[in-house]
T-cell receptor, first 113, second 110 residues
Framework: SQTIHQWPATLVQPVGSPLSLECTVE??????LYWYRQAAGRGLQLLFY??????ISSEVPQNLSASRPQDRQFILSSKKLLLSDSGFYLC????????????FGPGTRLLVL | DAKTTQPTSMDCAEGRAANLPCNHS???????VYWYRQIHSQGPQYIIH???NNETNEMASLIITEDRKSSTLILPHATLRDTAVYYC???????????FGKGTLLTVNP
């Protein structure tokens, strides 16, 4: 069966510091990978998705970037965090293709102070 | 993606069926209806999805009206652990994105 991991689970970072969140998937090959963010009291917003190694699509302009160095690894980064980057970051995977069912990881709760 | 409309909140007694409605009157022919739920402080959990026909799995049943403009998620025997926000999402075609609205907060009471 497939498993998706995210770490860390919780992170407190000062404004202006860098960020690196990691997501890995086990038990599948060539998945689509997704990063979503959920701000406090708001719905989930898709930030990035990837259909293959090195292929990243950005949904909204922001202070964040994503990379996919390996087939089942997806990384969310920032060079300098802003207060507005606080939120609940969720990684998801799906089978290759469009409109496939997405399965979410446990999430990383980021607080920028 | 077609927009969905759900009640803000619902209550259900433990052991009874929970019926969560969703309106999606602008759904296109190639769009699916998906249901996810999010228990507090956890990632969304996939429940079920369907295109035209009613669907059932180990978690729930999905009833889609014949005109596909609305659907109902049924949890046959709700437990306290089913307390969560339930999201109805319409997506399909060439879309990679799931658009989450505010969902329905289902509270299962003892």
């Amino acid at each position: 069966s497939q498993t998706i991991h995210q770490w860390p689970a919780t992170l407190v970072q000062p404004v202006g510091s860098p960020l690196s969140l990691e997501c890995t998937v086990e038990g599948t090959s060539n998945p689509n990978l997704y990063w979503y963010r959920q701000a406090a009291g708001r719905g989930l917003q898709l930030l990035f998705y990837s259909v293959g190694i090195g292929q990243i699509s950005s949904e909204v302009p922001q202070n964040l970037s994503a990379s996919r160095p390996q087939d089942r690894q997806f990384i969310l980064s920032s060079k300098k965090l802003l207060l507005s980057d606080s939120g609940f970051y969720l990684c998801a995977w799906s089978k290759a293709g469009v409109a496939e069912t997405q399965y979410f990881g446990p999430g990383t709760r980021l607080l920028v102070l | 993606d077609a927009k969905t409309t759900q009640p803000t909140s619902m209550d259900c007694a433990e052991g009874r069926a929970a019926n969560l409605p969703c309106n999606h009157s602008t759904i296109s022919g190639n769009e699916y209806v998906y249901w996810y739920r999010q228990i507090h402080s956890q990632g969304p959990q996939y429940i079920i999805h369907g295109l035209k026909n009613n669907e059932t799995n180990e978690m729930a049943s999905l009833i889609i009206t014949e005109d596909r403009k609305s659907s109902t998620l049924i949890l046959p025997h709700a437990t306290l652990r089913d307390t969560a926000v339930y999201y109805c999402i319409v997506t399909g075609g060439s879309n990679y994105k799931l658009t989450f609205g505010k969902g329905t907060l289902l509270t299962v009471n003892p």
